[in-house]
């Protein structure tokens, strides 16, 4: 039994020393209350509006049983709100008004934050909002009305397949070459290889288990090629076996995702691609619009990249869609062909008419 006291509240996780799966629980449960912990500290700190409201917030947010991930970016958010509302002179939330929450989009869309990321902080402090009024300090008159801005639906960026080519011709490095591979070849996340173990590699079945994905808390099963075996057993062959992780730095047990990002964008500067805009996730996108052009069915796609909706999924169709291009192309073969035979037509009808007089009288043949 573990058991992790916080406050005034005592969190228990249990694991039994022998399962698993037991083991992966009650560390994500440590993890957990570690975050909330900092959280209420950060949220508490600064003469912030609301510490009592705040932490109870959290609390809520723990149990919902929500991911360190989404309570850390919770906590994020919520502190650069509570920061607009003391700099705007709101010393309790039971001040807050429609217009706080409107001139906090502002000030994001001000200093040129991407549209998608103001609404995800809008969700947050939207959801903090309704726990609030919830509560009875804030008044229903604060969300009557819909508080959202219009996102572009832009298209996901795939590398180009020559550009593929020439990233993987540079990198030199074992791990390195491996952890691109995979990342290509199973469309996983970034965070969802930083955080597989060893143990979830299942070389024999050619599989990587993804106990709860780092977006959704969703599991699934991704798969390995050919190349993606090969780079993946040379980096086996030579990796610390005492290491949990199976990706890992020289001095640590983990490896953290500016360190990866860092790695990629070396390679990129090396193969002449830093220009190109691309990132980590580029390989995810990638790794989706490559198997849609070889035939892979939408229903598929989706469960391997974990998607809950197939709406999602739709987006790589937009960007690559072999059959509407073809039919695009086939499409206007034919319209061009009946264009062409149309000129033909005029181009004849234009002759015919040079050779005949202005009432079709045929004209004498100049000698």
Not at 116 to 141: W, Y
Not at 177 to 205: F, H, K, P, Q, S
Request: overall charge positive; charged content about 30%.
């Amino acid at each position: 039994m573990g058991r992790v006291i916080y406050g005034n509240e005592a969190y228990f996780s249990i694991w039994d020393g022998t399962s698993e799966a037991s083991f992966r629980s009650f560390r994500a449960h440590e993890v957990r209350v570690r975050v909330v912990e900092h959280g209420v500290r950060r949220l508490c700190a600064g003469d912030l509006p609301g510490r009592e409201h705040t932490e109870r917030y959290l609390r809520h947010k723990y149990r919902l049983n929500l991911s360190a991930g989404t309570i850390r970016g919770n906590i994020s958010v919520l502190h650069s709100f509570l920061t607009f509302l003391k700099g705007i002179g709101r010393k309790r939330l039971e001040e807050i008004r429609r217009t706080d929450l409107e001139a906090f989009i502002e000030q994001d869309q001000d200093r040129g934050v991407n549209p998608s990321t103001v609404n995800t902080h809008m969700k947050v402090v939207k959801a903090f909002v309704r726990f609030l009024m919830g509560e009875g300090v804030v008044p229903s008159e604060v969300l009557l009305k819909r508080l959202t801005i219009k996102v572009p639906d832009g298209l996901p960026r795939a590398i180009e397949p020559e550009d593929v080519r020439r990233l993987l011709g540079v990198i030199g490095d074992v791990r390195g070459r491996a952890m691109m591979m995979v990342l290509l070849r199973t469309g996983m996340r970034i965070g969802e290889l930083l955080a597989t173990r060893v143990d979830d590699v299942v070389l024999g079945e050619r599989k990587i288990l993804i106990f709860e994905a780092e977006k959704n808390r969703v599991g699934r099963v991704v798969y390995l090629s050919d190349d993606a075996m090969d780079a993946l057993g040379a980096w086996l062959r030579i990796r610390d076996t005492n290491r949990a992780a199976l990706f890992y730095a020289r001095d640590r047990d983990t490896l953290s995702y500016s360190t990866a990002r860092t790695m990629f964008f070396r390679y990129l500067l090396k193969a002449g691609l830093a220009h190109k805009g691309y990132s980590l996730h580029s390989l995810r996108h990638t790794f989706a619009t490559e198997l849609l052009n070889a035939g892979m069915r939408l229903e598929c796609l989706q469960v391997l990249l974990g998607h809950h909706s197939l709406q999602m999924t739709r987006r790589y169709a937009r960007l690559s869609d072999r059959t509407r291009e073809e039919e695009y192309f086939r499409a206007m073969t034919r319209i061009e062909r009946e264009h062409n035979d149309g000129d033909h037509q005029l181009q004849a009808l234009s002759e015919a008419e040079e050779l005949l007089g202005p009432h079709g009288e045929e004209l004498p043949e100049h000698s």
